[in-house]
């Protein structure tokens, strides 16, 4: 099933002469299940792509569906439940609420949608012990690490059990060890609760947990890259290798 089909999504910014074409014609589908990267060299047009892909910005021609559903279609009402049910969110830098503790902002989502509170605490505990926070729950954002911050949006953007979850540099502010500690556990909620994700990120490492990574280039699909049976240090060298041939400047968007 494909929880995310885009077609001909083209983005264009400015007018006339200013005109600035950042998406030209992407077509591909993200099936159930997936966990997909998304790399480029600098202005390939990656978060521009998710930015699309999300709703949060539109785009000048083309269909993003999800399942099935053309956003596009959707007013402001329906494409803000659609947001709150069927979508999470991991960014960069966090987006916590420093007058919640850590368990509050991960409940805060089921509260916005009236989740009863029986529920809402079995969502909460499975989730917190697949991503090692259970004895953090009570403090507040200020009193925890950044890997413990980002691990706490990850849980926030799965409690209402979306769709999909869409990743910005999710890693970009932590260090290794917290990075690895991040990806282990969102490849393993991945792969044991079939929660379809995809992330945009400049690193290598960050990508060989994707099942897939898409490659962008000027704006348009270069190629793509599946891992299958690879182990992740196999694909993670077919990662560079590809980075090498595609060249420019990854690290930024």
Do not use: W
């Amino acid at each position: 099933m494909d929880v995310v089909k885009a077609r001909k999504l083209t983005k264009v910014y400015g007018k006339k002469q200013q005109a600035q074409l950042v998406l030209k014609g992407l077509d591909f589908n993200v099936q159930e299940g997936e966990f997909v990267g998304i790399m480029g060299p600098s202005g390939s047009g990656k978060t521009t792509l998710l930015n699309v892909l999300c709703s949060i910005d539109k785009p000048t021609e083309g269909v993003v569906e999800i399942n099935g559903q053309s956003i596009h279609d959707l007013n402001a009402k329906k494409m803000a439940q659609l947001r709150r049910t069927e979508m999470g969110f991991i960014f960069q830098d966090y987006n916590l609420l420093d007058t919640l503790t850590v368990k509050e902002n991960i409940l805060l989502p089921l509260a916005v949608n009236k989740i009863k509170k029986q529920e809402a605490e079995i969502r909460c505990q499975q989730l917190v012990k697949q991503l090692g926070i259970g004895d953090i729950l009570t403090k507040y954002p200020n009193e925890i690490s950044g890997g413990q911050k980002q691990r706490t949006a990850a849980a926030r953007a799965l409690i209402m059990q979306p769709s999909i979850v869409f990743a910005d540099e999710p890693t970009g502010a932590l260090d290794s060890k917290s990075a690895t500690s991040l990806l282990e556990s969102l490849e393993l909620l991945n792969k044991n609760n079939a929660i379809t994700i995809m992330m945009v990120s400049h690193d290598p490492i960050a990508t060989s947990f994707c099942s897939r990574v898409l490659f962008l280039k000027d704006g348009a699909i270069y190629t793509e890259l599946y891992k299958g049976e690879q182990s992740r240090t196999e694909f993670f060298q077919q990662i560079m290798n590809t980075q090498a041939v595609l060249g420019g400047d990854i690290s930024e968007n």
